[in-house]
Each structure stands twice: as C-alpha cells, then as structure tokens.
C-alpha cells in the first residue's frame, strides 16, 4: 500500500447513483480517482458537465471536479496501478424473492486479472450476510493477498453529497490493514466512522432499510383501515402527532418503493430463513397499495373505457428515479380493469408519458402515484375526482 496520502483509487460502477457522489467527495478529498462503469454515454455526459440525474448539489460538485483528479473509463486496466478499489454494484433479488448475489461476483471476476497482493477492496453494494466473508475466501483461492473491507452505503436518494458527510460511515475489514485503510477514507468525508464485524455491518445495513419499510408498512395499514371505515386518516394521524413526541416518527402513508427497501427487507427475510413474518407482511402491505386505491377507486366509478391519468412515476417525491415505482404497478391495474391511461412526470425520462396538460385536459379521473411538488397548485375540475393515498398535506 502505498502512502495513504497518494491513494489512487478506482469506483466500480462509478457512474450510478451510488458511486458517482462518492467518486466526486473522493476527489474532492484530495484523493486521485478514477471512475469505471460500462456505459460509455453516461460516461461521456458527465464528462461534458451534466449531471445524469437528480441529486442535491451535483451542479456544485460536477463544476469544480475539474480542479480535481478524477478521470471517467469503460476500462479496468486502469485497476493495476490502483491501491484502493470500491464496488457499487446493485444486489437485487430474484423472481423466488431470494438475493441474487451474480453481480457482485461477475464484477469481482471482471477485475480480478487487474488485482494484484497489497490492494484493497472496498464493497460499498448492500451485501446478503456472509458474502464479504465469501469474496475474501474467493480472492484468496486465487492467490491475491487483498484487503477487503465492507462499508454499507445509507443514503436517501438524491442526498448524496449531504449524507455522506452527515452520516457515520460503518466500516468492517478482513484484517487490520483493510481496516485503517477504510478509516482513513471516510474519515476524510464523514464526521464519525463506526467498526463492526463483517456479519455485523451487513446485519445493520439490512436492518436500517426493513426498519423503513415496516414503519412505511404500519403507516400504510392504518390509512388502509381508516380508509375502509370512512374515517379521515390524516384528521387522525395530525391529532396523534400533536406535541406528542413518541409519535414524531410516524411516518405519512403512500407507495413505499424505490431500488432499497423492498429487496432489502427480502434479503433479511431470506437471511431469517423465511421466519421474519413481520418482513413478509410488510412487503404484502406496501406492494398492494396501488390494489388498494384501485378497489377504492372502482367503488365510486367504473373504469372501464374511461380515460384516467397517473400524476408522478418516479419511486419517490421531487426526483427522476423511477427504479421499482409503485406507480407503473398502478398503470397496469388501471390498464387490466379496461381503462386507458395517460402518465405523467417531470423528471422521469419515459417515451410513453404525455404532458401534464394533456392528462388534465383528458382525464375522467386523477390518481396521484407520486406527490411531486409541482403538483401540489393544480385546481382540479370539479367532476374530475382525484384518488390520492398521499394525504392531502402535501397540497
């Protein structure tokens, strides 16, 4: 290892939603990096200054990078004369619900020619519990003494750039080099840096994500109930949550989505062999809240050869990222009960979405699939009935 002054420092799908803030804070830390990822047009585009897609601050950290060492490749050559080597790579699950770990090992197997002993590897991927355990075993049956470290990433999307520097970064290490390597970095960028076990780190990862997904879980059941009985969930949440402390958590109900949560809270029940209930009922509540507001919807109108319109396709409020949006699930139920649907966003980029005024103008019936703020001064027409499990808060 050279001095950890001079790191040069490789990021493994650098250009994705998780590796490009880290390469650019990287970089502004003064260490000398190089980002990799395979496509070559997002490459080129932020080579060119654009930021591709949403993210707090990217104008900011993308205009001054060039003051910076960071360079953009499709290589891996580059690896060799590199010290430290962090993985962003996505760990889905499969059709069974079970984590599907190949993209991990495919990239490990991509670089490996590239590796040489003394590097260190830094797996930044939420990680199934015992896979950091299984890459050093891997790395060392093919005679690499490589470090290897686990450092989960626990950033909401779209806050990179703030919550690195705001979160304690965990850090778990193969031995005591990898470990002091892994400090170093993210002493750099963050206030306070946490060690745990490999299975501890990867533990608590999974249970920061399912731990969000139930409490969006409970939210969801309970507007569920209310809805049901014709009560007014919101008059009910506001007044529990009136300068009453212990509820300050409680979270709004809507589609609980996005790349993170619902895979994570399967890898943990996966991890559980299957004995995390509370896990599985979480899934089942927040997956079927688009069949929820349907049913609701269809006791007040018929939608068959009606024309209705889907506000919002991205997994969450104010941003581009439609990855697992509950709002496409929403759009083919609508479509199966014989409605024709218009969808509209923003921010995402879709070929099959219409303008906003188009919707509007067409529209028999509005269902909001995701409360971007834009929409919240829309005056909708008085026969226009508007289906929204967001709450009307957010208006």
Same mark, same amino acid.
């Given at each position: 290892?050279?001095?950890?002054?001079?790191?040069?420092?490789?990021?493994?799908?650098?250009?994705?939603?998780?590796?490009? /803030?880290?390469?650019?804070?990287?970089?502004?830390?003064?260490?000398?990096?190089?980002?990799?990822?395979?496509?070559?047009?997002?490459?080129?585009?932020?080579?060119?200054?654009?930021?591709?897609?949403?993210?707090?601050?990217?104008?900011?950290?993308?205009?001054?990078?060039?003051?910076?060492?960071?360079?953009?490749?499709?290589?891996?050559?580059?690896?060799?004369?590199?010290?430290?080597?962090?993985?962003?790579?996505?760990?889905?699950?499969?059709?069974?619900?079970?984590?599907?770990?190949?993209?991990?090992?495919?990239?490990?197997?991509?670089?490996? /020619?590239?590796?040489?002993?003394?590097?260190?590897?830094?797996?930044?991927?939420?990680?199934?519990?015992?896979?950091?355990?299984?890459?050093?075993?891997?790395?060392?049956?093919?005679?690499?003494?490589?470090?290897?470290?686990?450092?989960?990433?626990?950033?909401?999307?779209?806050?990179?750039?703030?919550?690195?520097?705001?979160?304690?970064?965990?850090?778990?290490?193969?031995?005591?080099?990898?470990?002091?390597?892994?400090?170093?970095?993210?002493?750099?960028?963050?206030?306070?840096?946490?060690?745990?076990?490999?299975?501890?780190?990867?533990?608590?990862?999974?249970?920061?994500?399912?731990?969000?997904?139930?409490?969006?879980?409970?939210?969801?059941?309970?507007?569920?109930?209310?809805?049901?009985?014709?009560?007014?969930?919101?008059?009910?949440?506001?007044?529990?949550?009136?300068?009453?402390?212990?509820?300050?958590?409680?979270?709004? /109900?809507?589609?609980?989505?996005?790349?993170?949560?619902?895979?994570?809270?399967?890898?943990?029940?996966?991890?559980?062999?299957?004995?995390?209930?509370?896990?599985?009922?979480?899934?089942?509540?927040?997956?079927?809240?688009?069949?929820?507001?349907?049913?609701?919807?269809?006791?007040?109108?018929?939608?068959?050869?009606?024309?209705?319109?889907?506000?919002?396709?991205?997994?969450?409020?104010?941003?581009?990222?439609?990855?697992?949006?509950?709002?496409?699930?929403?759009?083919?139920?609508?479509?199966?009960?014989?409605?024709?649907?218009?969808?509209?966003?923003?921010?995402?980029?879709? /070929?099959?979405?219409?303008?906003?005024?188009?919707?509007?103008?067409?529209?028999?019936?509005?269902?909001?699939?995701?409360?971007?703020?834009?929409?919240?001064?829309?005056?909708?027409?008085?026969?226009?009935?508007?289906?929204?499990?967001?709450?009307?808060?957010?208006?």
């Amino acid at each position: 290892m050279t001095d950890p002054h001079s790191y040069r420092i490789a990021v493994i799908g650098g250009a994705g939603h998780v590796g490009l /803030p880290l390469s650019l804070m990287l970089a502004e830390a003064g260490l000398d990096v190089v980002v990799i990822d395979r496509d070559a047009q997002k490459l080129r585009q932020i080579e060119q200054g654009s930021f591709p897609y949403m993210e707090e601050m990217s104008d900011s950290y993308l205009s001054r990078s060039k003051e910076w060492s960071i360079a953009y490749t499709t290589k891996y050559e580059p690896i060799q004369a590199c010290d430290v080597i962090f993985f962003t790579v996505g760990t889905p699950v499969d059709e069974h619900l079970n984590p599907d770990l190949e993209p991990v090992y495919e990239s490990l197997e991509l670089v490996k /020619p590239f590796l040489r002993t003394g590097q260190c590897i830094v797996l930044r991927s939420t990680l199934f519990p015992g896979t950091s355990e299984n890459v050093v075993g891997l790395l060392k049956k093919s005679g690499l003494d490589v470090s290897v470290c686990f450092c989960p990433e626990r950033i909401a999307q779209g806050q990179g750039f703030v919550e690195l520097k705001q979160i304690p970064q965990i850090v778990a290490a193969s031995d005591t080099r990898g470990l002091e390597v892994a400090r170093d970095i993210f002493s750099r960028m963050a206030l306070n840096v946490i060690e745990l076990s490999f299975v501890e780190a990867e533990i608590a990862k999974l249970f920061c994500n399912t731990w969000r997904y139930v409490q969006f879980a409970i939210a969801n059941e309970f507007y569920e109930i209310s809805t049901s009985k014709g009560l007014d969930f919101e008059r009910i949440r506001s007044a529990m949550m009136l300068d009453y402390e212990r509820m300050a958590s409680f979270p709004r /109900p809507g589609f609980a989505a996005g790349p993170c949560l619902f895979k994570d809270t399967m890898q943990l029940a996966s991890y559980s062999r299957d004995f995390f209930r509370l896990g599985h009922q979480a899934m089942l509540t927040n997956e079927t809240m688009p069949d929820f507001i349907l049913n609701m919807a269809k006791r007040e109108m018929v939608l068959r050869d009606k024309t209705v319109g889907v506000l919002g396709m991205a997994f969450k409020p104010n941003n581009d990222d439609s990855r697992e949006s509950l709002a496409y699930r929403l759009k083919r139920l609508l479509f199966y009960e014989g409605a024709e649907v218009l969808c509209t966003d923003p921010y995402v980029s879709d /070929p099959t979405l219409v303008p906003l005024e188009v919707v509007l103008r067409d529209s028999e019936a509005i269902f909001i699939g995701c409360p971007h703020d834009v929409y919240g001064k829309i005056v909708f027409r008085k026969e226009q009935r508007v289906f929204d499990c967001w709450g009307p808060s957010w208006r």
